[in-house]
């Protein structure tokens, strides 16, 4: 952990129907003095729904050879890479190059994400998918976090209900593919 980074608890309900995953997690999550409290909420989102055996939080912002969050299989090979926010296209090239898998979560305008890797080379481009999230809702979300945080988060057909601390909050999931 980063000297001055301040720890936040997680306890989530995780019900995500799309995959059949239900599980209950404890998530300890350290937030860097420069991370906004929307990337590491979209950060926390991103884990919750990509979550499968294997996943863990990346040393953070401060690693620069790993994403936000990743998942290794039993033998330690890297199969997902995750990022969160609005990674540069080479950032991407290296991922997708490195993990099975490559996807995005973004708490920002996903067009202007977007445009900032358009005619940049990135390994695979296809394939890679970056994940959006209603307007305003993690803003919302993020109004409501505290250090100690209960959460019940539920994804059915692409969209997300998410109860924190007590307030309920929806939004789609929408997906873009990369070109």
Known sequence: MVAGATMHTFTVQLADVDRGVYDELALRVARHPSE???YMLTRVLA???EFEEGIAFSEGISSTDEPAVLVRDLTGRLIAWIEVGAPDAARLHYGSKLADRTTVYTHRDPAKVMASWAGKQIHQAESITLHS???GFVD???AELERRNTMTLSITERQLYLELNGVALTSAVHDHQLE
Do not use: E, Q
Request: glycine residues 0%; negative net charge; charged residues 15%.
């Open 47 to 49: 884990y919750c729904l």
């Open 133 to 135: 999230f209603d307007p």
């Open 140 to 142: 919302a979300a993020v």
């Open 36 to 38: 906004t409290d929307a």
